[in-house]
């Protein structure tokens, strides 16, 4: 999916805005065609802590109610849940996002590593001595 909204930021930027309460979300929809209805979800988009979500998600509130409803049986249900979860302020997928942007993150300090509580190094360590061994003639 694109993430739109983070056009120049870089990922210690985009960790600041969501540290002040931005969030990742996208918005579910539902198009239906007599006995085929399809559930779809938008691209993601980053809500800075200052906007709404209703500016990004109008335009699929209004595919939802000209295209959603048509689609029998599934379309009024789909329909219904997807403008609930639009009006709720879309589908938060913040942390998957940000574990994503993390990981590819070229700023992001990978020498070190955490697992289990052990925090263990990706570097050689320099005073390590090469070993030696004792090999009779």
Known sequence: ????????L????IRAI??????FVYFPYTVSVVLATFKRAS????I????KSIKYSYRHVLTNAVAGWWGIPWGPVY???????QMQGGKDVTDAVMSE???HDPEANTSTYNIG????SNQAQSDVSTPTYNIPK
């Open 1 to 8: 999916m694109k993430i739109k909204n983070i056009d120049g």
């Open 10 to 13: 870089s990922v210690s930027e």
């Open 18 to 23: 969501i540290a002040d309460g931005g969030r």
């Open 43 to 46: 691209s993601i988009y980053l």
């Open 48 to 51: 800075r802590p200052y906007e």
């Open 79 to 85: 329909t219904i849940g997807s403008i609930y979860a």
């Open 101 to 103: 942007l993390m990981q």
């Open 117 to 120: 509580g052990v925090v263990s």
